[in-house]
């Protein structure tokens, strides 16, 4: 516990309210180096997985050139491997906000 | 304090004109001093105990010098100062090593 | 008159000049009890029963310190004037250089005036004399270096970009949130903690690897006011760390309880320190032409042989140990630059400096200087960006980075041990989630989460619509950038301009047919 002269008891900057209906969702590879770290993405909650990687998370990942998108992909939500359904939002899919996503393979 | 204690004390000094004087007196007073010169800087080290003696730095300097003077000069140090007097600073560490 | 004018007046020795002009001016309040005249200095725990026995080594006394100060503001002032008369911005090794100084402006020049504020408010509230005055000089040398600091930079801010509107940057610039956040979480911890925080943990534990090794590259490279400020303001540094340590010591021989709460910031505050130094490693060996010391050498050095082998043995007798996150410090040295000149290069669109690929003859120092580590894991990176940029494609990370939630650092750092996996860590906190940088940083979050959650991360505002609007120029005019202040380093106006300058110079000597005349309005400029 903070140790302070009065009450402490302040909001989070970053908390899921301030976004409305969107969340903020990390995207990362887990088996390359070249891009200098995970990114961040303000994506609506009830945006289908399948769009979420085709209009945000493959735009980024392609800007490497040798990433093969021909390749099966494999994902893992936080610690966890996580096989997510194409046509289900996000929300529906288990990713809360500020949730880190790693993509594997490729 | 430990007579045996050699973890090394040191100071860096700018290397200039104005401080020659006390980096030649700093060699002249301490014996095993071990001296390294990167750009703008020289490090001076020694096992223990280093001191900086006001009469050697006036005698080089040829006229009197106080040792408040020395802030001037130091960049940084390693080791507590255990001395800050008219006459000497004396930079050693605080107490002996536990086996 | 009575005294013999004959004889001259004894003069009083250093320790009663300094008992009389610093101890002796205080006194003991009568209409208000000590608690209400210090009203902060026991809410944090720490158990302070004598406060005469803080020892001030320097014997400092405000005549004594006035003085020697003015010398020293003398001595630099000198050589700055010197220097812009001599038009030497011109004989710096390389306009890239600058960017280590546009960092050094944006990012600590603004600490240095925090720490002159903070350490105002420790000269009113600490209960003890001896510490309230060393407080006080320490704040005014801090106005002082923040003065001076900018004064010296003002001559090349006439000539090269991204120096203007510092201030405004370190307030608003993603990167510089680092060291703001830094400061800001000290300065809002208790009078004790900031001691340890910043005159223990920051002063004498990291400053040498800030200023020491980086002026002695100032000086290589061409830099002599940065040098000189860079010294000056070191001189003093070593009566700050002098502070820094007698806090310590002071604090641990109070009481026998102050021990564990001391261990607990000295192991959160070198890790906050440390995580700001990662910006030193990539400007010690990526951002100077002409290198100097390397981070790992410098780190061997100033760390590790005088901190942990000399100091902390000491330490020792009073039961603290070296902090958390030591182990994984000594094994980043290896990598930590090449990890966050990276991030650098693929996010210089969004910064207030260039950055382009290492040259060969860098490349070349970096293997030397990082045998086991430099040709594994970092060349090829910079071979694939090269051919990269060769083909037209100079490479810039088409998005925004995840920030690790204390350190505020994009989560650039590898799991401890393996170079080849990024590290991802989390906690959750009343039902929100939170990412970390490394073991040490959810350390200091789960220890104190109510604190970390009122970070300002960049990124997060700027998908709030709090930075200026919702597209990258949007946010970078919110940043008060202009033209030349980013990107790539080739073709930019300062690399232009710098060889329009230096074509004038050789024009002295006849050629002007060969003269780049080119403007900076149409030098290239990345993103």
Same mark, same amino acid.
């Given at each position: ?22 969340? &903020? ?34 735009? &980024? ?15 893992? &939500? ?11 939002? &996000? ?16 | ?99 | ?116 504020? #903070? ?44 120096? @203007?509107?510092?201030?405004?940057? @370190? ?170 000149? @990276? ?52 490479? !810039? ?15 650039? !750092? ?21 990412? !970390?940088?490394?073991? @040490? ?18 990124? #997060? ?40 300058? #230096? ?25």
């Amino acid at each position: 516990m903070i140790k302070s002269l009065g009450t402490y008891d302040f909001p989070s900057k970053s908390r899921q309210e301030l976004y409305g209906d969107d969340i &903020l969702v990390h995207v990362w590879r887990k088996d390359s180096m070249f891009f200098c770290a995970a990114a961040t993405f303000r994506a609506p909650k009830a945006m289908k997985w399948t769009d979420f990687v085709d209009g945000m998370v493959m735009p &980024l990942m392609t800007s490497d050139p040798d990433f093969d998108r021909t390749k099966e992909l494999s994902w893992q &939500l936080v610690d966890d491997s996580f096989v997510p359904d194409p046509d289900k939002s &996000l929300e529906e899919n288990g990713i809360h906000h500020k949730n880190t996503i790693a993509l594997i393979g490729a | 304090m430990a007579m045996t204690e050699t973890r090394p004390v040191s100071v860096d000094l700018q290397e200039n004109e104005e401080n020659r004087a006390v980096i030649e007196a700093i060699e002249a007073d301490n014996e095993d001093l071990t001296i390294r010169h990167v750009p703008g800087l020289v490090k001076l080290q020694a096992p223990g105990r280093l001191v900086i003696k006001r009469e050697s730095v006036e005698e080089r300097l040829g006229r009197t010098w106080e040792t408040h003077e020395f802030q001037m000069a130091i960049v940084t140090l390693s080791g507590h100062i255990t001395e800050w007097d008219e006459d000497q600073i004396v930079l050693s560490w605080g107490h002996p090593e536990r086996d | 008159m009575t005294t013999n004018p004959t004889k001259p007046v004894k003069k009083l020795s250093m320790q009663q000049r300094y008992s009389a002009l610093t101890r002796d001016i205080d006194w003991t309040p009568s209409y208000v009890t000590e608690d209400q005249l210090y009203p902060h200095t026991t809410y944090e725990g720490i158990k302070i029963h004598d406060w005469s026995k803080w020892d001030d080594p320097f014997r400092l006394t405000v005549d004594a310190y006035y003085r020697y100060q003015a010398e020293k503001d003398k001595r630099l002032y000198a050589v700055l004037d010197g220097f812009a008369q001599g038009q030497g911005h011109l004989t710096l090794s390389d306009p890239a250089y600058l960017n280590a100084m546009k960092i050094f402006l944006g990012g600590v020049t603004p600490l240095e005036y925090q720490a002159n504020r #903070h350490f105002s408010y420790l000269a009113r509230h600490f209960n003890g004399p001896g510490p309230r005055f060393a407080a006080q000089c320490q704040s005014v040398d801090e106005l002082r270096h923040a003065q001076t600091e900018i004064h010296t930079l003002s001559n090349y801010n006439k000539y090269y970009s991204g120096m @203007h509107n510092f201030a405004k940057m @370190h307030d608003r610039v993603w990167y510089l949130s680092v060291p703001k956040s830094y400061f800001d979480d000290a300065l809002s911890a208790g009078p004790f903690e900031f001691l340890i925080a910043i005159g223990f943990s920051f002063e004498y534990l990291l400053t040498n690897l800030l200023f020491v090794p980086f002026m002695s590259g100032a000086s290589f490279n061409g830099d002599l006011p940065t040098m000189t400020f860079g010294f000056s303001a070191q001189s003093d540094e070593s009566r700050h760390m002098t502070l820094g340590l007698e806090a310590i010591k002071f604090l641990l021989e109070q009481d026998e309880a102050n021990v564990p709460i001391v261990q607990e910031w000295v192991d959160k505050w070198f890790w906050r320190g440390y995580r700001v130094t990662a910006i030193i490693a990539m400007m010690l060996d990526y951002m100077l032409p002409r290198p100097v010391m390397s981070w790992k050498e410098s780190f061997e050095l100033y760390f590790e042989q005088q901190m942990l082998n000399g100091l902390f043995p000491d330490l020792a007798y009073y039961g603290i140990r070296p902090p958390k996150g030591v182990e994984q410090a000594i094994w980043e040295k290896e990598h930590l630059s090449h990890l966050v000149y @990276h991030t650098f290069y693929q996010f210089s669109h969004a910064a207030n400096l260039t950055t382009s690929i290492p040259t060969k003859e860098h490349q070349a120092w970096l293997a030397s200087a990082y045998p086991d580590a430099f040709e594994q894991f970092y060349k090829p990176k910079w071979d694939k960006l090269e051919k990269m940029a060769a083909e037209g494609n100079r490479y !810039f990370y088409p998005g925004l980075p995840q920030l690790c939630q204390v350190c505020q650092v994009p989560m650039l !750092f590898t799991e401890h041990g393996d170079p080849t996996k990024l590290c991802q860590r989390h906690s959750e906190f009343k039902g929100e989630h939170f990412n !970390f940088c490394s073991d @040490h940083c959810k350390e200091i979050f789960d220890r104190e989460p109510e604190k970390y959650v009122q970070a300002w991360l960049p990124v #997060h505002q700027i998908y709030l619509g709090n930075c200026g609007g919702p597209t990258i120029p949007d946010v970078l005019a919110w940043y008060g950038y202009a033209e030349g202040d980013s990107g790539e380093m080739l073709g930019n106006v300062d690399h232009n301009n710098w060889k329009k300058w #230096h074509a004038q110079v050789d024009d002295s000597v006849g050629g002007r047919e060969s003269v780049e005349v080119g403007g900076a309005a149409e030098a290239g400029k990345g993103a």
